[in-house]
């Protein structure tokens, strides 16, 4: 699997559409609050693949708040509520742990497109956006992740995860 780090001014569709809402939001603060942030206003197609982190520190004890349904059927378990050290596999959890510490100390959203080839030799590739949010407008309390994929490179993560596992 190949990472490239996407400029948020790149971002296309309906992963342009959730940054705009939240840059809206959040006006001069790091992030609007979770209170502020609502999932609805979210293109609904993407709700599915969606994540949300109440950060804590070390950043492996964070909790997933919520764990879109469409996760649940590529990594095979719902994580809602469960720490971010209990997700599998370990190198998917600390990889994940690496950038949710990048956004809470930075403070800054990131957008990231995964590429890999499937079992088929097909190109699939998804797109990732991770947005601050802050209860005292000053700090990281929330990471929301926003996964865009089409539903061949979703069937694909889930064998190449549960293959992991």
Do not use: C
């Amino acid at each position: 699997m190949k990472t490239i780090e996407l400029s948020l001014s790149d971002l296309k569709g309906d992963l342009d559409e959730a940054y705009r809402y939240w840059d809206g939001l959040r006006g001069d603060a790091v992030g609007p609050s979770w209170a502020e942030f609502d999932l609805m206003a979210v293109p609904l197609r993407l709700v599915p693949t969606t994540m949300v982190y109440d950060i804590a520190e070390p950043y492996s004890l964070s909790v997933l708040r919520f764990w879109g349904s469409g996760m649940t059927e590529i990594h095979g378990r719902d994580m809602t509520g469960k720490q971010l050290q209990e997700m599998r596999p370990e190198t998917l959890a600390k990889s994940i742990e690496s950038v949710l510490k990048k956004v809470a100390i930075e403070g800054h959203p990131v957008a990231h497109t995964f590429e890999f080839i499937s079992d088929r030799d097909l190109h699939q590739q998804q797109s990732l956006l991770r947005l601050p949010l802050s209860n005292d407008r000053m700090r990281v309390s929330q990471v929301v992740t926003i996964i865009d994929s089409s539903a061949a490179a979703k069937e694909e993560l889930r064998k190449y995860w549960q293959d992991l596992a």
